[in-house]
């Protein structure tokens, strides 16, 4: 089955500064790459989201990249503010038939100091 | 917006009691999971169903068993509780249509404490 690394698992940044967060993926047919955050004693929610035939995606001040060949894709978020501080986790998915599973990495606190 | 209720925030139950945590959603969508999350090790796939009466085992399905006899609730159960299923446990629906396909939506969590 599907296997995703996800790092770093902490992550500590100045407001203002930007934040990278890198998964890898095992399964070469995985097609689809979301990004959930997590705020403290929230539910996850969708922030931005990749398929495989894109290789960047920008939405604000987020944006993802995918490297298929490479099989990782990352998360940039950039003039970070206090607010997004969360628990980010990245995912990966095969497409097709009834099985729309997702594969969650380990996720990534992200603390922004004002 | 898409609602994805859990039954409780927090249960208390003690070692061997046979516990029901329950979820639905309003969408009309076609699958539903369920989490559990541990400090550390992200979100877990337990159970799994993408129609009524269709159930798929997870990564960690061990002690655990689930219910899906309407298509808005998802029934995660354990037979037996045991203190290593203290946790919290998440659920999450989507649907199979590919213009909206693939995002889940979480419910709140239940934060189960096994004593």
């Known amino acids: 089955g599907e296997n995703v690394e996800q790092h770093p698992s902490t992550l500590s940044v100045q407001e203002g500064d930007s934040a990278v967060i890198k998964c890898t993926y095992s399964?070469?047919?995985?097609?689809?790459f979301p990004w959930y955050k997590q705020e403290l004693g929230k539910r996850p929610q969708l922030i931005i989201d990749?398929?495989?035939?894109?290789g960047e995606k920008k939405d604000q001040r987020i944006a993802v990249t995918l490297n298929k060949t490479a099989k990782h894709f990352s998360l940039h978020i950039t003039e970070t503010q206090p607010e997004d501080s969360a628990v980010y986790f990245c995912?990966?998915?095969?497409?097709?038939?009834?099985?729309?599973?997702?594969?969650f990495g380990k996720g990534t606190l992200l603390t922004v100091n004002p | 917006d898409v609602k994805v209720t859990q039954s409780s925030r927090y249960l208390v139950k003690r070692t061997g009691e046979k516990v029901f945590l329950e979820c639905v959603q309003d969408?009309?969508?076609?699958?539903m999971f369920w989490y559990r999350q541990d400090p550390g090790l992200g979100l877990r796939l337990i159970y799994f169903?993408?129609?009524?009466?269709?159930?798929e085992k997870g990564d960690i399905p061990e002690g655990y068993s689930v219910s899906r006899e309407k298509k808005e609730r998802f029934s995660l159960i354990l037979e037996s509780a045991s203190t290593n299923q203290t946790s919290m446990y998440l659920c999450?629906?989507?649907?199979?249509?590919?213009?909206?396909?693939?995002?889940?939506?979480f419910g709140a969590g239940t934060r189960l404490s096994v004593l």
């Open positions: 999450a629906s989507s649907t199979i249509y590919l213009d909206r396909g693939h995002i889940q939506y």
């Open positions: 399964d070469s047919a995985s097609n689809y």
């Open positions: 990749i398929r495989s035939n894109v």
């Open positions: 995912a990966a998915s095969r497409s097709g038939g009834s099985n729309y599973k997702l594969t």
């Open positions: 969408m009309d969508h076609e699958n």
């Open positions: 169903s993408y129609d009524v009466k269709m159930k």
